[in-house]
């Protein structure tokens, strides 16, 4: 993995990893693995919007991306904390 770090040692220019593309267009992507036994679409919207969709169906599950993060920053604690009862005992 590339880190801030590693390149303030050799002395190279950080604009490049900190400049970022605004999602002005909505963007869709086809998983590679499955859920349920079926591959699942990730549309990115305008306006934090995130889908979700099986493939080959038309029916789309919305929710934004603040709330991805929430769960996503839930789980990674949940798991923390497991790990952390885990080597207690």
């Avoid at 590339?2 to 220019?13: D, E, H, L, Y």
């Avoid at 593309?21 to 086809?30: A, D, E, I, S, W």
Wanted: hydrophobic share 40%.
């Amino acid at each position: 993995m590339i880190t801030p770090r590693k390149f303030a040692q050799v002395n190279v220019s950080l604009e490049w990893v900190t400049r970022m593309t605004p999602l002005n267009k909505t963007v869709n992507r086809r998983t590679i693995g499955t859920h349920r036994g079926r591959r699942f679409v990730v549309i990115l919207e305008p306006g934090d919007v995130i889908g979700f969709r099986p493939e080959r169906t038309r029916t789309v599950f919305y929710t934004t991306l603040a709330a991805c993060f929430d769960m996503a920053v839930r789980q990674h604690v949940a798991a923390k904390r497991a790990a952390k009862k885990k080597g207690k005992q």
